[in-house]
Structures are given as C-alpha cells and as structure tokens.
C-alpha cells in the first residue's frame, strides 16, 4: 500500500511493472465449440412512434417535480448526423413501435390530417412514414413495427379491422419500401397501458383479434414475418407489482399464445430489469446504480429469456427466439442509463442472448431519453453507442463456448471474427475492482475505460472517441495484443485474434 502512495515509477512505468508481474489466464480460442448462430442483424434498435409523430414521451431529468412526460417535436429523420450514425451500425434492424402506436391513426391518401379520429390519440402524417422508410434504407436497417389496435381500428362489433394495418402495408410499398416483420401490436400482456384501447380486453378478445391479422398479414404482406406477441415482465416486473399498480390489466402471454399455437414465424419478447425515477409511483421500486456491476442486475436478463422460451417450446416449438424491446430501466431510464456504467449490462446482455441462440436484440432508443445509443438534443454518442459499433465491427453471426473465466467478475464471450475466416473476437467484461491479465495471441484490442466509471465520456484505448465534422468515427483503432492482454479494473475489451485458427469459424 506504500507502494502505492509513494510510488517508486510513475504513471505508465507502474502500470506495465504491475502487469507484467500479474498472473495470466491462458484463453485457448482455437478450441472454443460453437454453441449457436445470430443474424447478422442481431445489434438492432429502436425508434419509438412517437418519435416520428411527435408527442408525449419520457420527459429529461431536472423538470418539475414528478414530471413523468413531455412534448417533443417529430424526429427529423432527413439529419445526416443520425444517418451517418445510425448506418454505422448496420446491417441492423429499425423497429418503429412503442406503446403510442397502438392508438395512431395514418390518413387516407388525400385526407387531412390535423386531428386523430375519435379512438386514437395522434396521427402519423404520410410523409413522416415516407422518412421511416427512406432512412431504413439509408442505414440498410429493414422496418420491424406493430399496428393499432385501439377502439378506433374496431367495428361496431367490437373486434378489430385490417383498414390501418392495410394503410401501412400500402403506404411503406408506396415510399418503396416494405416490412421485414411486425408483432400484432405492442405489448398486449398490458393493453391497458394504452389510452383507447377496449376496456377489460382480455386473451378471448385478443386470439379473435390476433386471428384476423395473421389471416390478413398472410395474404397481404407474405414478405412479413409474423413475430409476437411481444410480452412484458411477466418474469419479474409485473411479479413484483402491486394490485393496484398503474401497469393495469393483464393479459397473460401464455393465455394468448395458447389460443393460436404455431402462428408466428418467431416469438417475441421485451426485457427490462426495473424501471426509472419516473415511474417510482408502481410501486416495485427502481434500478439500482450500487447494483449495476453485479452478476444478479447483469444477468437478469436470463431470467426473462428462460420464461418467455419456455412459452417458445411449449406452443412454438423450434421457432427463433427475438428480444424486440430493451434498456437499462422502463419510463427511459435512469440517470445513469447514459453512462458508461450501463455499458457492463448493455454488452453482457448482447454476449449471454447470444449464446442462448436469440436472433435479434433491439435496443431502446437509437435516440430519445436517457437510455438511448445518442443524446437527444445533439445526436452526439453515448458510451454503449461506442460499444454498439465495436461489437459491430469484431463479432461475427457463429457464437462460441464461453473461456473459462479466472474470477466472476470477468464475463468472457466469443464469436467468430468478423469477416476473418478462423478468426476469433473475445469481449471481456470486467465488472471487478482487480485487473485481468489474459494470454489470447496477437492481434488487436479496444479497451473501453471510465473514470468515474458512471461517466459519460468514454475512453477507447485511452482516447476519447469522437464524430468528426463530416460525420466520421474516429479514435477507435485498435491496439496490438503480442500474447497477453490486460483488462482494467471496471473496465470492458473487445479483442480481435484473427490468427486463431479456430475450426468453427472457417
């Protein structure tokens, strides 16, 4: 402890005396079995309908007290900032859904559009969809959304009608575009969390419902996959929930799934561990910031996966598995949702699904409140951004035994190398005060730092990464790994081996 407070190298002296008398963990990537595939659009993301329209969404922190919302205007989908970034990320997926989109209306061609109908609460202008359209394809990130589904797509029978749902099909194919896949509409374990949606709407209502867009969807979009039903916290969220708590109703997944076994070309479900400061008043309490670096918050994940694939096995089996909707915490997320702190669970999240064999993972936000990939009023990116693009650019589609880990706090996983036959990415997610030191071979690293780790601006390497004038990315080139590479206390690396030689990634 002398040492240390009066040291006797300074600065990077110590720290390479320090690593290279640290004991290493030899990591042998040439063996590693491969346990599963990912899409190669496994990485997606989230834009919130009401993004598009504009609206009533998750208002910043530091408004008046017990603010839960507030107005924002439309998106503006044309910034070749946000384009930029968001291709950088691709090929990905672009989900366009959210709890807003159950009850907006979409214009006939030629209607005014000023007011929502009586049954809906807002209405997305032909043109806003046109510029959904045209950025999915200028990022390369096909649409995945849901329909309405409030009182005002409903006949006087009560039961749900294909006008809007048709409206959409027809207006994406009219902007030239078309739908890669679409839950019914969102989150219908919760329909009441919607304003205008039928009140005590249960699991009868929803397989007659569900039966007419499947029907519908067959006939009119067959490109479309059929994904669903797009479930919320039955695993833990909604456990922990009060009676009387503002979640409202529920419709149980299993219920619905039960109705209309083998249905759907994947199922689907969305994850949060715990919500924000925002919704305090459910009652369940809110994400832990002591907790973030521990394996119970970083693997919750699991926990939810395992529920909803059981589901999967029992009225679908042998259908993909897709995480459509997830963050840090629901209502937004927490202040730190922003941080680097939340890179651990955003990068374990994508390592541990991907080794259960679950296809697409898409974040939310691409850009709007606290737990979004880029701040809302500059577009500059966030820390799990960075770490979006550096899972891009190292790991591959075929999914790799974990190494043996040399302490729980070291989460290790591995793909194969991106684009390198034989090639292997690692990323190691140090969680841990103590640093790492691992044998992997040569090739290139990027290690992400913080101090304090709930900072806002990470470190790649020790550089701060940025977005130039022209929108390029730079400050992430890679540092070379000649046998052992040492991870930092609190800190992630990817590492890029493509002299591996792994048999699984030939």
């Keep these: 402890m002398m040492i240390v407070r009066k040291p006797l190298f300074a600065g990077a002296a110590l720290a390479a005396l320090t690593a290279a008398s640290a004991p290493s963990t030899d990591l042998d990537l040439s063996h590693l079995a491969k346990v599963a595939t990912v899409s190669d659009r496994y990485q997606a993301y989230n834009i919130e309908m009401v993004e598009v329209t504009g609206g009533r969404f998750w208002a910043p922190y530091g408004g008046p007290r017990d603010e839960r919302y507030r107005q924002r205007p439309p998106l503006d989908l044309t910034n070749p900032k946000l384009i930029a970034l968001a291709k950088a990320l691709g090929p990905s997926l672009l989900r366009v859904s959210g709890t807003w989109s159950i009850n907006t209306y979409i214009p006939a061609p030629g209607e005014e559009d000023t007011a929502p109908p009586t049954g809906f609460v807002q209405v997305l202008k032909r043109q806003e969809w046109k510029n959904v359209v045209a950025f999915s394809k200028a990022v390369d990130a096909p649409i995945v959304t849901s329909f309405a589904a409030s009182n005002g797509t409903r006949g006087p029978d009560g039961l749900w009608t294909t ?103 994947a199922v689907s479900y969305h994850f949060y561990g715990s919500v924000s400061q925002r919704c305090a008043g459910l009652g369940i309490g809110t994400a832990n910031k002591a907790e973030a670096l521990t394996a119970k918050w970083l693997d919750l994940t699991v926990r939810d996966y395992d529920y909803y694939a059981a589901l999967r096995d029992k009225y679908e089996p042998g259908k993909p598995m897709w995480n459509t909707e997830t963050a840090q915490a629901a209502c937004g997320g927490s202040p730190w949702a922003s941080t680097f702190l939340d890179t651990f669970r955003y990068l374990n999240q994508l390592g541990v699904l991907a080794q259960k064999g679950v296809q697409e993972v898409m974040h939310n936000t691409l850009d709007a409140s606290d737990y979004a990939l880029l701040d809302t009023a500059t577009l500059d990116p966030r820390p799990n951004y960075w770490a979006a693009v550096l899972w891009r650019r190292t790991m591959g589609t075929t999914v790799l035994a974990s190494p043996r880990s040399p302490s729980p706090d070291l989460h290790l996983y591995a793909q194969c190398l991106r684009d390198k036959p034989g090639g292997v990415a690692l990323l190691a997610i140090n969680a841990g005060e103590a640093q790492q030191r691992l044998r992997v071979g040569r090739g290139l690293s990027w290690t992400m730092t913080g101090k304090p780790v709930d900072t806002k601006q990470v470190r790649i390497n020790g550089r701060v990464p940025a977005v130039s004038a022209r929108y390029q990315l730079t400050g992430l080139a890679g540092a070379r790994v000649n046998g052992a590479l040492t991870v930092p206390g609190e800190a992630i690396a990817f590492v890029a081996i493509p002299g591996a030689d792994n048999p699984s990634c030939r």
């Design 163 to 265: 006008t809007q749902a048709q409206r959409l099909a027809d207006l994406t194919r009219e902007a030239g575009g078309s739908l890669y896949a679409a839950e019914f509409f969102n989150e219908p374990n919760m329909p009441s969390a919607a304003p205008e949606m039928p009140k005590q709407y249960n699991a009868s209502n929803y397989a007659v419902d569900f039966r007419t867009f499947r029907d519908w969807a067959r006939k009119a979009v067959p490109e479309m996959k059929i994904i669903g039903p797009g479930g919320v916290g039955e695993a833990g969220l909604m456990k922990e929930a009060p009676a009387n708590a503002q979640f409202g109703s529920h419709v149980s997944t299993e219920s619905m799934m039960r109705a209309n076994p083998d249905s759907l070309d």
